[in-house]
């Protein structure tokens, strides 16, 4: 099964690419994780993406595109794959297509996890995290036993620059404009599917599953 997760930050892609990844048996790709350890292990590839970013640049999205297409050509990728995090715009959905036809694959799903916005804002608006031992929290799912203090180190919670309503907003403007037209793209080749993002990870985990299981 070869699958795309899409949704807006916060709308729990990364967690329902983790649990299908194990559900399945196939690997959750992140692109963040493949440039980091190409870096690490200082291959051609990492070393022309290092380029770009120490000079403070985007790495372009054809180098992204190469990085993919080798690590969708290994081994574990032999019955599929998830990609969580990619592609984020038009150009690079365009690119990954290409790239996927040259090894002859095509995409079975994209899985689009659908969550309003001010249900997003909330969600990390309640996000704790502890600054000394890195444990996290929610004021409402996943409270701590003394308010905004940690239950491992007693350190004082902090609410993260990253999970504040401004920021948090801007990074959904960002999405809306380049992410979004994807959801298009991706329903004009019928192979979108929307699950509606709101319940518990397990709800949402079956909806899921669900929908992937009636599309096969
Ligand atoms: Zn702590």
Do not use: W
């Amino acid at each position: 099964m070869r699958l795309i997760m899409l949704g807006a930050p916060g709308a729990g892609k990364g967690t329902h690419a983790l649990l299908l990844s194990k559900e399945y048996n196939i690997p959750q790709i992140s692109t963040g994780d493949i440039l980091r350890s190409h870096i690490k292990n200082e291959t051609d590839l990492g070393k022309e993406a290092k380029n770009y970013m120490d000079k403070g640049l985007l790495v372009p999205d054809e180098l992204v595109v190469e990085i993919v297409k080798s690590r969708i050509q290994e081994d574990d990728c032999k019955e599929g794959f998830i990609l969580d995090g990619f592609p984020r715009t038009i150009p690079q959905a365009q690119a990954l297509d290409k790239a996927l036809e040259e090894l002859g694959i095509g995409l079975d799903n994209v899985v689009n996890i659908d969550v309003s916005d001010e249900v997003i804002i909330k969600r990390m608006a309640g996000r704790r995290v502890c600054p000394k031992c890195g444990a996290s929290y929610h004021v409402e799912h996943k409270k701590p036993i003394k308010d905004d203090i940690c239950d491992e180190c007693e350190s004082e919670l902090i609410l993260r620059e990253d999970d504040k309503e401004e920021t948090v907003r801007k990074r959904l403007q960002v999405y809306e404009e380049q992410t979004k037209p994807l959801i298009d793209y991706y329903e004009k080749r019928g192979i979108l599917l929307t699950i509606e993002g709101t319940g518990s990870v397990e709800e949402i985990g079956k909806k899921i599953k669900d929908a992937l299981e009636v599309s096969k």
